[in-house]
């Protein structure tokens, strides 16, 4: 079967599964309730779509025998092509703005250590807001598991990977089990090793669609293992909100590893094409595909959108002439800042953002990434 083979250049499911993922992380972001967060739920999400495609390019290429220098090459200006036009965009326009804190941040954002800095600071405990720019944390991540993680890959004999894949998973697991009982729990959203299992089990997954596909048809079409996770996970979920705050540290040892076995089960049936009915219907929606692909500019420009629309239209609003207010107050309810209408909100955001998202992949993004196929050879 051509999906068992592992090589089929494009998964149109998983496109669907990074809009699920991003559209958790605008829940978290954009609507304040007292619900438990999905932001991480939907970065986690993500991490282990990239430790799929990024691990499954690597074993590729690596099976290609062009050396590790040429392997490495070709990697790092793909990714380079696809990851820093729009972030560094981004950070000029914040510098050139002089956005609150962004110049004294800005060598930790232009090196991806922008996380190191929340830790260090124990930042997301205490509750600091960083604007504009607070979720640059997990793209800091990502790129520092692009950097290390192919030398690693590439470097590493065929027969010991397996082994290797799963002690990469052990060591996310337990780098929060010997740091959980220490005072700085930013650690669970903020440093790279923290979050080895949901890439792990992302870039094992890869490793089982290349080399083991029956195997793994096997693992997918046994539904037992999704159950147990995701009711392990959800009751984890409900007994943190009823008796703790997110930050407890058994919480922390266990929610990402978690949910990350439930991403394994979804995103390895997406990229055998195994989801059907409903759900096949849902990822493979043409809109749905669309806002997927577009899904890392939604997710770098949509605090953006919410922070422009709060604190510089609303201010213009309250300036209008009153029957341009009227329409003003007929479109969002009342204004982006009366959290009673959350969904009017929601939908605002939404439209704004996914047009610049998509200005953004047609004018930069799109272009760009034709530009691989030329240098990266």
């Known amino acids: 079967m051509e999906e068992l083979n592992g090589r089929t250049k494009y998964f149109s499911q998983l496109d669907g599964l990074r809009f699920i993922a991003i559209l958790a992380v605008m829940q978290c972001h954009w609507i304040r309730t007292p619900l438990p967060a999905t932001g991480f739920s939907g970065v986690n999400l993500f991490y282990v779509i990239s430790g799929f495609l990024i691990t499954r390019i690597l074993l590729m290429s690596k099976e290609d025998n062009k050396g590790l220098g040429i392997s490495l090459k070709r990697f790092y200006i793909r990714r380079t092509l696809r990851i820093f036009p729009i972030y560094y965009l981004s950070i000029l326009v914040l510098f050139i703005l002089n956005i609150p804190g962004a110049r004294q941040d800005i060598y930790w954002l232009i090196t991806y250590t922008f996380n190191i800095k929340l830790v260090l600071l124990n930042a997301y405990v205490h509750g600091e807001n960083y604007g504009f720019y607070a979720h640059f944390w997990s793209l800091c991540v990502e790129e520092q598991f692009y950097f ?4 690693l890959i590439l470097l590493i004999p065929k027969a010991y990977m397996k082994r290797f894949l799963i002690g990469v998973i052990c060591i996310g697991f337990f780098t929060r089990f010997f740091l959980m009982f220490q005072s700085n729990r930013s650690f669970e959203t903020g440093l790279l090793p923290d979050c080895l299992d949901s890439f792990g089990l992302g870039a094992l997954l890869a490793f089982y669609i290349l080399n083991e596909p029956e195997a793994l048809k096997k693992i997918m079409m046994n539904n037992l ?145 034709k530009l691989k196929d030329k240098y990266a050879k």
């Open 148 to 151: 290390l993680f192919p030398i």
């Open 225 to 369: 293992i999704f159950i147990i996770s995701m009711i392990s996970y959800i009751a984890l979920v409900v007994i943190d909100y009823e008796c703790f705050s997110i930050f407890n540290p058994v919480y922390c040892l266990l929610d990402r590893f978690l949910f990350s076995l439930c991403c394994f089960w979804i995103v390895g049936k997406a990229s055998l094409g195994m989801h059907k009915g409903l759900m096949k219907g849902f990822l493979e929606n043409k809109a749905v595909v669309y806002l997927g692909k577009i899904s890392y500019g939604i997710y770098v420009y949509h605090v953006f959108v919410e922070e422009f629309l709060n604190h510089a239209l609303y201010p213009i609003y309250r300036k209008c002439p009153v029957f341009l207010q009227y329409y003003w107050r007929v479109l969002i309810k009342y204004g982006p800042d009366n959290n009673s209408n959350w969904v009017y909100r929601f939908l605002g955001y939404s439209i704004v953002t996914v047009i610049v998202a998509s200005i953004s992949w047609y004018v930069i993004e799109k272009p760009i990434i």
